[in-house]
């Protein structure tokens, strides 16, 4: 199999050979084509020795171009052990004394890698919500890397650049941060959102749900405290509240001393949603844990409704025998006659009977 081979002379020149394999790793020159001093003349040097290794079968198509001969880069002249001596070359071929430098041409080299189309995907979606309104390139860039890998600030344009993305530096990142309050940043995206959920359906039922984000710090401080924690971990933690309509799409979100009791984050995230949009009714859906008899009657009194979810592992004793023999299906209004039984040993109620006991 025959290749091109660039070669640096003594001279300084760069010498274009076209050689083959003669087996045991060896080379053997077939063509020497001649020395350039100038990148020009490498490349109509290289162009001649691709003339030769052509296929003189293969055809070409008719595009009337006019071919350019290529400008290649001159071999540098830091020299490299050879493969191989090359002296002994054909009497006809022009002797040049060739230097122990580069032998063939190495394998093209990987730089860099970058996953521009999942950047790209990332901040179509940001623009389509309407959070372009902010103009803050800066800001963008954080959030798409905030998706990607939940990691700190400084990390940050680490990711950013494995996305194939020049980050802003680490103070342009702390400026944006702070300009993120003082811009009001958290108002202008909350509307969007807003804007976003009445296009796709309505407000008129929404979940609410907490949950906890801890930070690996030694000490506590005035808003990241130890507190109850769902994984059992004694760090420092913040709670969050999160308001989201029946798709799941995020309409509200506040964030809480890490000792906060949970149940006490629900109204003033629904007040806050309801203030900012001026919404006047609605439906809330939470746990049975999240809406204690406080938050109900806040609730109430907000003229705001309530649906309480809780799970029920079986039936109660008074009720067993009923939804044995005729379901738990109700009709409104319905009434039914039950026996609630004294303790949990006394059981009164067979549910294994069609009839009820009278009291």
Request: hydrophobic share 40%; net charge negative; with cysteine.
């Amino acid at each position: 199999m025959a290749f091109i081979r660039r070669v640096r002379t003594a001279s300084g020149a760069t010498a274009v050979q076209v050689a083959e394999y003669a087996g045991q790793g060896r080379q053997r020159i077939v063509k020497h084509l001649g020395s350039a001093h100038t990148e020009a003349e490498l490349g109509l040097l290289l162009e001649q020795a691709r003339e030769l290794l052509a296929d003189p079968s293969q055809g070409l198509l008719p595009l009337e171009v006019e071919p350019t001969p290529a400008v290649a880069g001159l071999v540098p002249e830091v020299g490299e052990p050879l493969l191989f001596d090359v002296a002994g070359r054909d009497s006809g071929i022009e002797e040049d004394r060739v230097a122990r430098g580069a032998g063939r041409d190495r394998p093209g080299r990987v730089v860099a890698t970058g996953s521009r189309l999942l950047y790209e995907a990332l901040t179509a979606v940001y623009d389509e919500l309407g959070f372009d309104v902010l103009g803050d390139e800066t800001f963008r860039s954080l959030v798409v890397a905030r998706i990607v890998e939940p990691t700190s600030l400084l990390d940050s344009a680490r990711v950013l650049a494995d996305l194939g993305v020049a980050a802003s530096s680490y103070s342009t990142m702390k400026r944006t941060l702070r300009r993120v309050k003082t811009a009001k940043y958290r108002d202008q995206i909350a509307a969007r959102c807003f804007a976003h959920a009445l296009s796709a359906g309505d407000v008129s039922l929404c979940l609410y749900d907490v949950t906890t984000l801890y930070f690996e710090a030694e000490n506590e401080d005035a808003f990241r405290k130890v507190g109850y924690s769902k994984e059992r971990r004694i760090d420092p933690q913040i709670v969050v509240g999160l308001l989201v309509d029946r798709q799941g799409f995020p309409l509200e979100i506040g964030c809480f001393e890490g000792d906060t009791a949970e149940t006490t984050t629900i109204v003033p995230i629904i007040e806050q949603f309801a203030d900012r949009h001026g919404i006047a009714d609605m439906v809330i859906v939470a746990d049975a844990g999240m809406l204690s008899a406080k938050n109900l009657t806040a609730l109430d009194g907000a003229n705001l409704r309530f649906i309480v979810g809780s799970r029920t592992t079986k039936a109660p004793i008074d009720l067993a025998s009923h939804f044995r023999w005729h379901g738990d299906a109700f009709t409104d209004g319905q009434i039914i006659d039950t026996t609630t039984p004294k303790n949990a040993r006394v059981i009164d109620n067979d549910e294994l009977e069609r009839v009820e006991p009278i009291s």
